[in-house]
């Protein structure tokens, strides 16, 4: 499938993270919100391309039946395949719990206008890690290119790491395409965007050290960063409502973009309560929560983002975050009470972390600060 630009000189991106769908979803108002959602965003949007940035559908049953997953995924998709829309995939961690990866990825590119495959050779890690090019309006040459990375799952020593990191020999792959596409394009780099599950560990620089008096809006880092209480630097949008969960070694992933140049923008899931975004050394980094209802995340915040890139000036591509409330929609499978007010995994995971940090008797205050301030701030 060749993807390009439109006449308009513009290709529109609709991002979704984390779905989590899982086996009941015949009957379930988790699924039937879910899908409220992808809805009301494709009517509205028209988008040229779907990514689903990874933790898509349960493969706890795949070995089971791989034809039930089959089945979950085609339901999952089927709002953006009955419109003919191309969608991209990527595996998060938990597409790769249960050791069916390679009969996973065969299972997406069944499904008609899926782009999901591995382009790597075997022995390269990763199970799905492919690139996609946008070619000019006229369809003349590629414009664009959008990298698909696998982040692979939880490290397999978690003293050096909780989650696994991009690997080097994926890193080398990555830099060989580049050196590719950039001859192709006349010695400069190809504009590009990057899709990954698990976030780099630069995400952290949208965040600094909360100060004594923002404790009440801080949040705690993850694993190695779990001494730190976090908010988000001035200037980064969106909400930021966990530490990210990005591997504890820097396998120097994102100092290659910047080596290689051209990309433009790194779009990540893993962290349900995160969709904040901001630049660090010039690259665009997006964090997205989840755009279903199965993943802890606080009430109807779900969302999708746009991407609109520009043929003509690719530097100045364009996004917007909208949520489930923002289209008009009424959730039905949330609570009075959880549809308005952070659910309940967000009220544990906020206790926790102020307890442990010693914290404990601001955090009924500081959850009701931070409840208004996201409720009436943003
Ligand atoms: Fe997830
Ligand atoms: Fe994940």
Redesign the pocket.
């Known amino acids: 499938m060749k993807l390009k630009f439109n006449a308009d000189g513009k290709f529109k991106i609709l991002l979704f993270g984390?779905i989590?769908e899982t086996h009941d979803y015949e009957t379930s108002l988790n699924f039937k919100d879910m899908q409220k959602l992808m809805v009301a965003a494709l009517e509205e949007y028209k988008p040229d391309l779907c990514v689903l940035l990874g933790?898509n559908c349960n493969t706890d049953r795949f070995a089971e039946s791989p034809e039930n997953f089959e089945k979950m995924l085609r339901a999952v998709v089927a709002p953006i395949t009955e419109r003919k829309i191309p969608v991209a995939a990527i595996l998060?961690n938990?597409e790769h719990d249960h050791g069916n990866e390679d009969e996973i990825v065969k299972v997406y590119g069944k499904i008609e206008g899926c782009l999901t495959r591995n382009d790597t050779p075997p022995e390269v890690t990763g199970n799905a890690n492919f690139r996609e090019l946008i070619y000019s309006s006229d369809g003349e040459k590629p414009a664009f290119c959008l990298w698909f990375i696998d982040s692979n799952n939880c490290h397999e020593n978690r003293e050096i790491s909780h989650y696994d990191f991009v690997h080097e020999d994926q890193i080398e792959w990555f830099e060989a395409e580049s050196a590719k596409l950039k001859e192709m394009n006349g010695g400069k780099p190809l504009p590009s965007f990057v899709f990954q599950h698990t976030p780099v560990p630069e995400e952290y620089n949208l965040l600094r050290k909360a100060k004594i008096w923002e404790l009440p809006v801080a949040f705690r880092g993850y694993n190695s960063h779990r001494k730190t209480l976090y908010v988000k630097k001035k200037g980064v949008e969106g909400i930021a409502g966990e530490g990210p969960c990005s591997p504890d070694v820097n396998s120097g992933q994102f100092a290659s973009w910047k080596k290689v140049g051209g990309v433009l923008g790194a779009f990540f899931?893993?962290d349900?309560l995160n969709d904040f975004a901001g630049y660090t050394d010039g690259i665009f980094i997006a964090q997205h929560r989840?755009a279903g209802f199965r993943?802890y995340t606080d009430g109807c915040r779900s969302c999708v983002r746009l991407v609109t890139i520009d043929e003509k000036n690719p530097e100045k591509f364009t996004h917007e975050l909208k949520r489930f409330k923002q289209f008009g929609l009424k959730c039905e499978c949330l609570g009075p009470i959880f549809r308005n007010i952070s659910d309940r995994q967000s009220l544990l995971l906020h206790i926790a972390g102020y307890t442990l940090g010693g914290a404990a008797g601001v955090t009924a205050i500081g959850f009701l600060i931070k409840y208004l301030i996201e409720r009436f701030g943003g």
């Open positions: 984390d989590h933790d998060g938990h899931g893993h349900h989840t993943a």
